[in-house]
């Protein structure tokens, strides 16, 4: 409209005025596709993911470039926004939040589209990605209704060690991975940065138990690796070193973090990889 009357009534002020609109958008379509150049989005998917269960997804933004920022950046996982105000150069910035990922297994992560709003939100450029990486969702922990058939024993005999717990004193303070109870998240500490931080506790030692999946109760099998991913969860943090069977698979009893994927990764892999007894 205002170009029409430029040209009608002649005004050169109307012609200064449409010529700078018209520049401005030129340059702000240039800037907010400038801005979409050379960065890297990068997943940092929690230890412990179960089906169908909310979970906290980091996502960090990296600047490569060498000397100007990203400003004003928007990256959408399945629908759900993260602003980015302002990445420095050569610097990576990260965030989170929450997905939930349904069924178990290898599972891949969402693509990921990236909206720049710089310089003044006039144009919105977007680019897709597909970052091509896969976790494994681990079987949703449901509670057994006939637990005190296999409970494993009923606590004598217990000692203090420096293993992973829920009980006893501190061992050190760690970043939340997304499966902790609530009661072990250090409060104080999560004020004072940008995640939330742990307290890992020393547990008790107790007889080693091996969980035999084909005794569990249910009515399929689904349902008794439910059942063995809340199994295995508990009685670890009880402080019982856990083995698992399987089918052919056989995994002796242990203790800590690192034991405890492993027998989450079995449970989430099993009868997908081989055929199911």
Not at 1 to 21: I, K, Q, R
Not at 70 to 76: V, Y
Request: glycine share 10%; net charge positive.
């Amino acid at each position: 409209m205002l170009g029409l009357a430029a040209v009608n009534t002649g005004n050169n002020l109307l012609y200064l005025l449409v010529s700078a609109l018209l520049g401005f958008m030129s340059v702000s379509g240039v800037l907010g596709k400038w801005n979409l150049g050379r960065i890297d989005v990068r997943f940092l998917p929690p230890d412990e993911i179960y089906d169908g269960l909310p979970t906290l997804l980091g996502i960090e933004l990296i600047n490569r470039r060498r000397w100007l920022p990203i400003f004003l950046m928007e990256i959408i996982v399945a629908d759900n926004p993260l602003f980015f105000s302002l990445v420095d150069p050569q610097q990576g910035r990260q965030k989170s939040l929450e997905i939930t990922l349904s069924g178990r297994g290898r599972r891949q992560l969402p693509a990921v589209t990236l909206r720049s709003r710089f310089p003044v939100n006039f144009f919105i450029r977007s680019q897709g990605l597909i970052l091509d990486q896969e976790v494994t969702v681990f079987p949703a922990p449901q509670p057994c209704s006939d637990l005190r058939q296999i409970d494993p024993g009923g606590g004598q005999g217990t000692q203090q060690n420096r293993q992973k717990g829920y009980e006893g004193d501190i061992n050190r303070i760690r970043d939340y991975q997304g499966g902790e109870p609530l009661k072990s998240i250090h409060w104080k500490l999560s004020a004072r940065h940008d995640r939330l931080k742990v307290k890992e506790l020393s547990a008790a030692t107790r007889k080693p138990v091996i969980l035999d999946l084909a005794e569990l109760p249910g009515s399929g099998v689904e349902q008794r690796l439910r059942h063995a991913s809340y199994l295995v969860t508990r009685w670890l943090r009880d402080g019982w070193p856990v083995g698992l069977k399987a089918g052919s698979l056989k995994l002796p009893p242990g203790s800590g973090q690192q034991h405890k994927l492993l027998l989450l990764q079995a449970l989430a892999h099993y009868g997908q990889d081989q055929k199911t007894p």
